[in-house]
């Protein structure tokens, strides 16, 4: 029996299929069996094996997916959200009404229970279209809330997604703090039944349209600085806030802003979690989150391929197709190497989680080879397209840029080294 199996036992999904805007079959015909959190190990005594051959629901379920890839997230839709620096609101609203976007999400909240290797696959297809971020981020960042929000807080952000939007902005580096965290000066001042923030954030991500900004802030009262920074759901439109768009090369369709927060007074229900633990919730699921955003890179390094392999094939030069030349043999049998490495670790990686035995070497591990390997596999990419390559509206030039970001988006590739060295130098000192 295969290893990662649904269970077969649950009741069907009690999502109608007439809330279902374009196919009948999304979801309620691909999940008709629920999904469980963890890949199970069936053999008794022995260590967990590994069987990525996929099940009849996880087949379902990305043929769904499929489906709605070809209405949604066609070709020129994706140039252009990108052409105009827009976010997907239209896909996305799919995503969700077909019921991928809540996937991941308890019951009593419109969710289906999945395991992370199921999760994977979907970033990694969605990502296979060439639509950086499309899936992923927001499940993750939801499930923060879910976790430690109270029932407003969560109905807030629930709202949002369900509208397509994103449900907030993680406002968290600032000038002086980027992979050093503890470097964090912006404040959070309880007085009276408030909360009085004060500080810059900077590089932060969707929040131009947003509704909510998650602030982590350091409160100036704390005695211990372990248990100085606190989570906060704070309002975008609260006085005193003011953001200000930042343009940038890679990402066009997340954009990216400076934030000030001058004497921004906040009721202190905007209170995520437990004061003090703000860092430790963060942490939560960024391990996770660290192998989903690998699955980006890996969608972006299978289109670059794709469009690079199908170039090579038509672009004629000296009287034959360049891909009959064996300099750009090598680069495609290098990039497809990369791409098969990709996936072993994505989806080894995944399999820890789902059995319960990740580190947060193996995250940062992951993380680390994807960005670098991503990149390189989509520069070689542009180098087998030559000049056309970097004109705007070829598509891989838009996969360049992008899988770029994620060399320090989600963790610099370096801290990824600080993280796992330290781990590696630790299970090797005797």
């Known amino acids: 029996m295969g290893l990662l199996t649904l269970d077969t036992t649950a009741p069907p999904l009690r999502r109608r299929t007439a809330q279902l805007p374009v196919s009948e079959k999304w979801i309620t015909a691909s999940c008709s069996k629920r999904m469980v959190g963890t890949a199970h190990n069936y053999t008794t005594g022995k260590e967990p094996t590994m069987d990525f051959s996929l099940t009849e629901e996880q087949e379902l379920l990305l043929a769904s997916l499929d489906e709605l890839l070809d209405e949604y997230a066609t070709p020129a839709y994706i140039a252009e959200v990108d052409a105009k620096h827009e976010q997907p609101v239209a896909f996305k609203k799919a995503m969700h009404e077909a019921g991928f976007l809540t996937l991941g999400f308890p019951e009593e909240y419109g969710g289906t229970p999945i395991d992370t290797v199921t999760m994977c696959m979907i970033g990694e297809r969605v990502a296979a279209r060439g639509l950086n971020l499309g899936y992923a981020t927001e499940i993750l960042q939801v499930l923060d809330i879910l976790e430690f929000g109270s029932e407003e807080q969560k109905q807030q952000v629930l709202s949002v997604l369900a509208d397509g939007g994103v449900p907030f902005a993680l406002a968290f580096t600032e000038p ?255």
């Open 176 to 430: 002086q703090a980027g992979s050093d965290s503890s470097s964090m000066q912006m404040t959070a001042e309880h007085r009276d039944g408030k909360v009085y923030f004060n500080g810059t954030k900077t590089l932060i991500t969707n929040a131009v349209g947003t509704k909510y900004l998650l602030t982590m802030a350091r409160n100036p009262d704390a005695e211990d600085p372990r248990r100085a920074i606190s989570m906060y759901l704070v309002p975008t439109d609260t006085p005193g806030i003011e953001l200000t768009p930042i343009d940038k090369m890679c990402w066009h369709t997340a954009d990216s802003s400076e934030i000030y927060y001058n004497n921004a007074e906040v009721d202190e229900s905007c209170l995520v979690g437990v004061k003090g633990n703000g860092f430790v919730q963060l942490m939560k699921n960024f391990e996770v989150e660290r192998i989903m955003t690998s699955t980006q890179s890996l969608g972006l390094a299978e289109a670059a391929f794709q469009d690079a392999a199908e170039y090579a094939a038509s672009r004629v030069q000296f009287g034959k197709p360049i891909g009959s030349f064996q300099l750009i043999q090598e680069k495609l049998t290098d990039m497809a190497i990369k791409i098969e490495n990709m996936k072993n670790i994505i989806y080894h990686s995944a399999w820890m989680v789902d059995n319960k035995c990740l580190d947060r070497k193996q995250a940062a591990l992951c993380k680390r080879y994807c960005s670098i390997a991503a990149f390189e596999v989509c520069d070689d990419a542009l180098q087998i397209h030559g000049g056309v390559g970097v004109t705007e509206g070829v598509r891989v030039e838009r996969l360049w840029r992008d899988a770029r970001g994620h060399r320090f988006g989600g963790g610099t590739d370096e801290i990824m080294v600080h993280v796992a060295g330290r781990q590696i130098v630790r299970e090797h000192t005797k």
